[in-house]
Nanobody, 128 residues
Framework: QVHLVESGGGLVQAGGSLRLSCAASGRTFSRYVMGWFRQAPGKEREFVAAISNSGGSADYADSVKARFAISRDNAKNAVYLQMNSLKPEDTAVYYC?????????????????????WGQGTQVTVSS
């Protein structure tokens, strides 16, 4: 089992940057596929980015591609989301999610169903 805690959210002007962090408990972090999802007011939670447990593959929603970058540091049990060129439509609660795979691969799913563990979320607000 893994416990996830997000941090790094806040208020930023359009065009600015934020770096979200997700700290994970447990000794098997490297085996987890990690993802970031977000939920804006009145909308369903949506995929943002994911990184495989091999670290060799990452996937992004079209809306954030070329602006956001996901990375992981297995030595620190952490995954990050660097967000650049932020837009008001990026305003949402951002959630970190984890999915335990028995072996290492480049699999980094966009759908929510494989992810077993979720953090409480961190608020990102982008003002125009």
């Amino acid at each position: 089992q893994v416990h996830l805690v997000e941090s790094g959210g806040g208020l930023v002007q359009a065009g600015g940057s934020l770096r979200l962090s997700c700290a994970a408990s447990g000794r098997t972090f490297s085996r987890y596929v990690m993802g970031w999802f977000r939920q804006a007011p009145g909308k369903e939670r949506e995929f943002v980015a994911a990184i495989s447990n091999s670290g060799g593959s990452a996937d992004y929603a079209d809306s954030v591609k070329a602006r956001f970058a996901i990375s992981r540091d297995n030595a620190k049990n952490a995954v990050y989301l660097q967000m650049n060129s932020l837009k008001p439509e990026d305003t949402a609660v951002y959630y970190c999610a984890a999915y335990l795979r028995p072996g290492y691969s480049d699999y980094a799913p966009r759908t929510q169903s494989p992810y077993d563990y979720w953090g409480q979320g961190t608020q990102v607000t982008v003002s125009s």
